[in-house]
DNA sequence: GAGTGGTCTAGACCACCCC
DNA sequence: GGGTGGTCTAGACCACTCG
C-alpha cells in the first residue's frame, strides 16, 4: 500500500520544525499553498495541517495562518526527566557527571523501545545528575539516531539531554513506567550507595508526530527520592 | 453561527452511549446510514465518527464497522488503590488476607495526614491482596472513625476498604507519594519474599469535603509489579 | 478585496471483512 | 458480492483577519 499523500505532507512538515528550519511561531504554507506545492487537493493538505494541529504541533487561526506551536515543557510526571529544573527550583545546586556519550546499534530491547529495526543506529548517553553534591539521577538514555542527528555533538555539561530534546524538537508525548528495583553494581557505584538498595526507576519514551525520539531509564536511590 | 453539522451528529452519538442505550462493543450505524439519517454527505458523518474514535469513544474497524469503545476507567494512579478491579479485569482472581482491623489513636504521623489532633479516634485495617496466589499489594489504612464509623463493622473478605469507601463516600480528591523502599520484616513475611527485596511504595490519601477520610501505605513487590 | 481556515458536497477508488 | 471504513478530488460558501 503506497502511502498515504496526506501523511507525506505531514511528515513534510514536521521535518521542517524538527530540523529547526521553522522555529516556534513561524508561519507555515497555507492549505491552497501546500495542496499546489504536492498537488493534491485542498481537503488533502488541509487534513495535513489539522492533524498536525491536533497533535499540538501547529497552532491555526481562521483568516490568520497556520503556525509553529510553542514547543510543550513538561507535565507532571515528565519533571523528572527535568530534574535540573526541579532541583534548581527548590533552590538547591545542580550538576551533572557524563559517563558516557556514544554511537550504538539497537538492540531488541531498545529497538522495540523506539520502534525500530534492530541494529539501527541510535545515540546513548549516560548521565548522573547531582542535587549539591549528591548523586540524585542516574541517566541511561536511548535517542533515534535519524530524527535527532545533532544529539552526539551536543555538551551535555552545558545542557541536560531533556532540555535539548524539548528545544529542538516539539515532543507530542511521553509514556511513563514506575518501579522498584534492586541497585545493581553499577548503580551502586555511580550513585555512590552500598547495598542493599532500593531504587525507584522510571523508564520513560518521549514520542513526536514522527515517531519515539528517546527511550530512557532513570534511576534514582530510594532514601533520597520520591514521586509527588 | 448555526452547530456544525457534523457536531450534532456527534452529539446524537454520544447521547446514545452516555444514556446506555448503546453499551460497549454495541455496533453504531454507518457512514453511509448516517449520511441518509442526517440528510448530509458521507464525508460529514464520517467527520463526527472519526473524531469520536480519536476521542476514544468509539473503535472503528475497516470492513467491520463502528462500535462503542469500552469505558475507561480511573485514572493510572488510582488503579492502585483500586487493586481488585485492576487484577479482575486482566482476568486473574483476586482475592484477600485480613491481617488486622481494629480500633487505635492516632500516633504523630497519622495525626498529621488525617489533620486531626493527637489521639483521635481512628481505624486502622491491614489486608493483603492477592492476584491469584501472589501476594501483590500489603495494604495498611488508617481511616478517620468520625467520617466513618461503620468502617469497623465492615467484612473486608467481601469488600475492599477502598469500595466501601467509594460507596458511602464521594471521594473527591487523592495525592499519592511514590517511593521504593526496601522490604522490612513484616512486609517481607505478609508478601513472602525473601530479602532483600526492593517494594514499590504508595502513600495515598482521600479527600471528600469534610476533610480527609483515609491515609493508605500500599507496598508492592518490585518484581512484580509496575505502575503504566 | 484578497487570503485564510472551517464547513460541506457528491462523487470516486481502494482494502478489508463477512457471507 | 455487498457493506465497511480509508483516502482523495474538485468544487462550493462562509466568517474571519489584514492591509
Redesign the interface.
Known amino acids: 500500500m503506497p502511502a498515504a499523500k496526506y501523511n507525506s505532507i505531514k511528515q513534510f512538515l514536521f521535518n521542517e520544525i524538527a530540523s529547526g528550519r521553522w522555529p516556534e511561531h513561524h508561519r507555515v504554507p497555507s492549505e491552497n499553498e501546500l495542496a499546489n506545492q504536492f498537488q493534491v487537493s485542498r481537503m488533502t493538505a488541509r487534513r495535513a495541517l489539522q492533524e498536525l494541529a ?1 497533535e499540538g504541533v501547529l497552532l491555526r487561526t481562521k483568516g490568520l495562518g497556520s503556525f509553529v506551536a510553542p514547543f510543550k515543557s513538561q507535565s507532571s510526571l515528565v519533571q523528572v526527566q527535568n530534574i535540573e529544573h526541579e532541583i534548581t527550583q527548590r533552590g538547591q545546586r545542580h550538576h551533572t557527571e557524563l559517563i558516557t556519550l556514544e554511537s550504538r546499534e539497537s538492540d531488541q530491547e531498545v529497538s522495540i523501545a523506539l520502534s525500530l529495526p534492530i541494529a539501527s543506529p541510535v545515540f546513548f548517553a549516560a548521565i548522573v545528575h547531582y542535587q549539591d553534591d549528591l548523586p540524585i539521577q542516574l541517566e541511561a538514555r536511548y535517542v533515534n539516531a535519524r530524527l535527532v542527528p545533532g544529539f552526539i555533538e551536543q555538551d551535555f555539561s552545558q545542557i541536560t539531554p531533556h532540555d535539548y530534546l524539548s528545544k529542538i524538537l516539539p515532543l507530542t508525548e511521553a ?8 541497585a545493581d553494581r553499577q548503580t551502586l557505584h555511580y550513585l555512590k550507595l552500598n ?7 522510571l523508564t520513560c519514551r518521549s514520542w513526536t508526530a514522527l515517531g519515539v525520539v528517546s527511550y530512557t531509564r532513570l534511576t ?1 536511590p ?1 532514601q533520597h ?4
Open positions: 491536533d509514556d511513563h513506567l514506575v518501579e522498584a528495583v534492586l547495598p542493599p538498595q532500593a531504587c525507584l526507576q534514582h530510594g527520592f520520591r514521586l509527588g
